[in-house]
């Protein structure tokens, strides 16, 4: 349950403190569930800015975790990762009976790019967490745009991605083995988005695996794909979150990608998580010529 108390807490109390990379902030402010509109709107407005929002000592009952994510967007169920394929409001991840997602590497990605309208926020609430390993990073994909070379960017103008499915981040098998991503159903979102809220674009390539670049050929779908890989997984770009039991992080997967370190099987890590319903992913040419991110900059 959350901490107690019965005060209600107002912009006041709310302390945002950005972290010192391309992306994040850290936000004090005591209990979660009894923030009025106000702080509320404060927040909402610092996730825009920030990309990732780290609120740290939170101890959420899965009614209350719920109810904060809908600060962010519609509540919607998600996949735990579970061989039975079901979904749940509130899942966990975990390498416990249970959990979903196991204990080994998760490679980057954005949350359910494999769908027609991916997530547009994810939650996570530490429950237990391992001595070491186990850190999930996350990178700011407003600015892996704006360092895009030229040459680079001109070719990806345009274009979109196919994003298939047949494993999950944790290379688990979860759909039909794919043996030509060029004939796989998956939906094809573009590789440059305009995030709907912010009107800013950002590179949007949702996971290296199964994924083509529509209209290339095999080979240069790939070499492009290797080359905005290799791009896009600069730690400069990246902030790497060590967690602690009480820990509860906000991301927007409209602008950023996220990955996970492996750490010991032995160990317990459990993470509840939600999820907000979004948008179909486009393309606003509009937007083309707007600029950089408040938050792109290079300091790590």
Avoid at 251 to 280: K, V
């Amino acid at each position: 349950m959350a901490s107690v108390g019965t005060e209600i807490l107002s912009t006041k109390d709310v302390v945002i403190k950005p972290l010192p990379f391309a992306l994040g902030a850290t936000i004090e402010c005591g209990d979660v569930s009894r923030l009025d509109a106000a702080a509320q709107a404060l927040i909402r407005q610092a996730y825009l800015d920030h990309l990732v929002l780290v609120f740290p000592g939170q101890h959420l009952s899965d009614d209350e975790q719920i109810a904060f994510t809908s600060l962010f967007g519609p509540v919607t169920d998600s996949y735990t990762g579970l061989a039975d394929g079901k979904r749940r409001m509130v899942a966990m991840v975990s390498n416990q009976p249970g959990g979903g997602l196991g204990f080994g590497e998760l490679r980057w990605h954005s949350d359910h790019s494999f769908e027609a309208r991916p997530f547009s926020a994810s939650i996570l609430q530490a429950i237990a967490i391992p001595p070491s390993g186990g850190d999930t990073h996350y990178s700011n994909m407003y600015l892996a745009l704006d360092t895009l070379p030229d040459g680079l960017k001109a070719k990806i103008r345009g274009l979109t991605i196919k994003n298939a499915i047949s494993t999950n981040s944790a290379g688990e098998q979860i759909g039909e083995a794919i043996t030509d991503v060029r004939l796989h159903k998956g939906p094809s979102h573009p590789i440059i988005r305009t995030h709907p809220e912010t009107g800013r674009n950002a590179l949007y390539l949702g996971r290296r695996p199964d994924a083509y670049i529509n209209g290339l050929s095999l080979e240069e779908s790939e070499d492009l794909l290797n080359a905005l890989w290799a791009h896009a997984s600069n730690g400069d770009f990246a902030y790497p979150h060590r967690w602690q039991v009480g820990d509860v992080v906000v991301w927007d997967n409209r602008a950023t990608m996220h990955r996970r370190d492996a750490f010991d099987e032995t160990q317990t890590r459990i993470l509840h998580r939600t999820q907000c319903s979004g948008d179909e992913p486009t393309h606003d040419a509009a937007a083309d010529a707007r600029g950089s991110h408040a938050r792109g900059h290079l300091s790590r």
